[in-house]
């Protein structure tokens, strides 16, 4: 088996989605098999304005301590529960931008 990761899959429908936060082989697709379900998240905010998030806090720190990799997006929610650090922020460039594109100050001659 390989690398265990814990990730969300997809469920609900279309412009109503609902995730399952599950522990399954990195290998294995995002909505395939898995190993356990720990949580689930649900993104659509409710008639109170708040978004709805169930973590099973002793499975995930039981996955955690045997080395399963938490993907972006659940990281981020383990943050929020206070399950982890803050993730590092992960900074998006634009196609063919530089990112050590500097404006340099017009050159003067001093002739």
Same mark, same amino acid.
């Given at each position: 088996?390989?690398?265990?990761?814990?990730?969300?899959? /997809?469920?609900?429908?279309?412009?109503?989605?609902?995730?399952?936060?599950?522990?399954?082989d990195?290998r294995?697709?995002? !909505?395939?098999?898995?190993?356990?379900?720990?949580? @689930?998240?649900n993104? &659509?905010?409710?008639? !109170?304005? +708040?978004? /709805? &998030?169930?973590?099973?806090?002793?499975? &995930?720190?039981?996955?955690?301590?045997?080395?399963?990799?938490?993907?972006?997006?659940?990281a981020? +929610?383990? @943050?929020? *529960?206070?399950?982890?650090?803050?993730? *590092? *922020?992960?900074? &998006?460039?634009k196609?063919?931008?530089?990112?050590?594109?500097?404006?340099?100050?017009p050159?003067?001659?001093?002739?």
């Amino acid at each position: 088996m390989g690398l265990v990761r814990l990730r969300l899959a /997809r469920f609900g429908r279309r412009n109503l989605p609902f995730y399952r936060i599950t522990a399954a082989d990195s290998r294995a697709p995002r !909505d395939g098999k898995h190993l356990e379900v720990v949580g @689930h998240y649900n993104p &659509i905010p409710g008639k !109170d304005g +708040l978004k /709805r &998030i169930g973590i099973n806090t002793e499975r &995930i720190k039981y996955w955690l301590s045997v080395g399963a990799q938490p993907s972006h997006p659940v990281a981020r +929610l383990l @943050h929020l *529960a206070g399950l982890m650090p803050r993730p *590092a *922020a992960s900074y &998006i460039v634009k196609k063919g931008a530089s990112p050590n594109l500097k404006k340099s100050p017009p050159a003067t001659s001093s002739e």
